[in-house]
């Protein structure tokens, strides 16, 4: 199964993670929605809207950039009436989205906490429930409906939640929305799923954890490979944490050695909440 002629509407994908999913679906002749907020260039943050167009534009898909802040209603419901009005509906939506802000309590300001809060947990929720009337007509015309949340296995264990107790709330709230939505949609037909990566991945969000080692990083594109390996599978395999190596390696590819940023690297960093 392929994604050609499916429409994907991915936030966050002006850059990084998001954006390396969209180009893996438009190499397959994918419809992609470019939900981001990033419209002018920004020297410290690369990556807008409409560079991202024109990357996808350039794998073999069709691209409808549009400026959202997913905290905010109206917009979110406009993008997804003018995602409907361009490709006919939505097939799948990416939860990419994300804030991050690795600080204890006493160094979290509420500001940062709402920020994190509003786009990962709330940012998930609206999505999705501004999605799910187009997903219910995909899954009646027999298209494989999905959504897939780039967030964490749920574990409670105290080392996940003490040193930065906000941001792990934030991305549970994103797993938490798996675990409900998956049980909730499971009667439409509507696959619901996470997905999080096993090691630290190079993307611009590094910039807020000093002292990362970029070559003890693995590229976006392993998220994006097994993340097209979930969204061609039947949406009737729902409710899954899924790691990016392990969908992999299920379907036969081991040798991850193209997604290392340095070539030849073995000791990686391995990424937050996976035992």
């Known amino acids: 199964m392929t994604l ?10 002006s850059r990084g993670i998001g ?18 907020k990033t419209t002018e260039p920004n020297p410290k943050l690369p990556g807008t809207i409409y560079t991202a167009a024109t990357e996808i534009g350039a794998a073999g898909g069709q691209a409808l950039p549009l400026a959202v802040d997913i905290r905010e209603e109206g917009a979110v419901l406009a993008a997804v009436a003018k995602a ?22 006493e160094h979290t300001p509420m500001k940062r906490y ?12 609206l999505c999705t429930q501004a999605c799910l009337p187009e997903l219910k007509k995909a899954a009646a015309a027999g298209r494989n409906p999905q959504v897939l949340n780039l967030s964490p296995p749920l574990s ?29 949609f499971r009667k439409y037909g509507i696959a619901v799923n996470s997905i999080w990566p096993r090691t630290v ?6 910039q807020m954890i000093p002292g990362v080692d970029l070559n003890r990083c693995r590229k976006a594109e392993i998220l994006a490979d ?20 392990e969908v992999l390696a299920a379907h036969g590819v081991t040798d991850l050695e193209k997604y290392s940023v340095k070539a030849g690297t073995k000791n990686f960093i391995p990424d937050f909440f996976v035992d």
């Open 4 to 13: 050609k002629g499916k429409t994907l509407f991915i936030t966050g994908a």
């Open 19 to 36: 954006l390396a999913i969209a180009k893996r679906a438009a190499a397959d002749g994918a419809n992609i929605v470019i939900a981001a």
């Open 84 to 105: 409907v009005e361009t490709f006919g509906g939505v097939d799948i939506l990416v939860n990419n989205a994300s804030a991050i802000s690795l600080t204890d309590t």
């Open 114 to 125: 709402d920020l994190m809060n509003g786009i990962n947990a709330r940012g998930t929720y």
């Open 156 to 184: 409670m264990q105290q080392r996940w939640f003490a040193p930065h107790t906000a941001y792990t709330m934030a991305k549970y709230g994103m797993s938490l929305c798996t675990l409900g939505h998956a049980g909730e």
């Open 201 to 206: 991945i190079a993307t611009a969000a590094l």
């Open 226 to 245: 097994a993340a097209h390996f979930i969204l061609t599978g039947p949406s009737s395999n729902s409710g899954n944490f899924y790691i990016d190596d």
